[in-house]
């Protein structure tokens, strides 16, 4: 008798719970809606522009707009681009682009003014995704863009 009261005793703290307590051993974390790569690198953005971080902001930028901007003049452009995006600094989805099938473009949705809905072009390049622009189209036109996030 005594070796199956050492089992039922041992067991169960091996398995990571106390006996006497009715707890059982830790779950796995529940797992949400999977987040899209380009929503964290859009967010990133959307706070260097904020913070009006020319620095932070040129790491973000794509090849194309490397090779004509350059970050001492990007610190004049920024609070232009503050004003576009209204100071916000998420995201709240992201859409495909137009080009979207050709590039890989993305549109995060930053906020709505009027009949526009202003977004953060994105295009994956080395593994991430990059800054393209920032653009307005019409709600009619965004809302025919099919949605990735959330």
């Known amino acids: 008798m005594k070796p ?4 039922w005793v041992a067991l169960p703290l091996l398995a990571g719970c106390d006996p006497g307590s009715g707890d059982a ?6 797992t949400g809606p999977k987040t ?6 859009a967010n990133a953005i959307l706070l260097t522009i ?11 930028l ?3 707009n490397r090779a004509k901007l350059r970050p001492d003049r990007e610190k004049r452009n920024l ?9 916000v600094t998420r995201i ?6 137009r080009r979207f099938e050709r590039t890989g473009e993305v549109c995060g949705k930053i906020r709505v003014e009027g009949k526009e809905v202003f977004v953060l072009t994105l295009v994956p390049e080395k593994d991430t995704y990059r800054y ?4 307005s189209p019409s709600i009619e036109q965004y809302e025919k863009l099919e949605k990735l996030w959330p």
């Open 4 to 7: 199956i009261l050492i089992i």
């Open 25 to 30: 051993p830790p779950s796995k974390p529940e």
């Open 36 to 41: 899209h790569p380009a929503v964290e690198t």
């Open 50 to 60: 904020g913070e009006e971080d020319a620095e932070g902001f040129y790491k973000h």
């Open 62 to 64: 794509n090849s194309g």
């Open 79 to 87: 609070p232009g681009r503050k004003k576009k995006t209204g100071g």
């Open 92 to 97: 709240s989805e992201l859409v495909k682009g």
């Open 132 to 135: 393209e622009d920032i653009n």
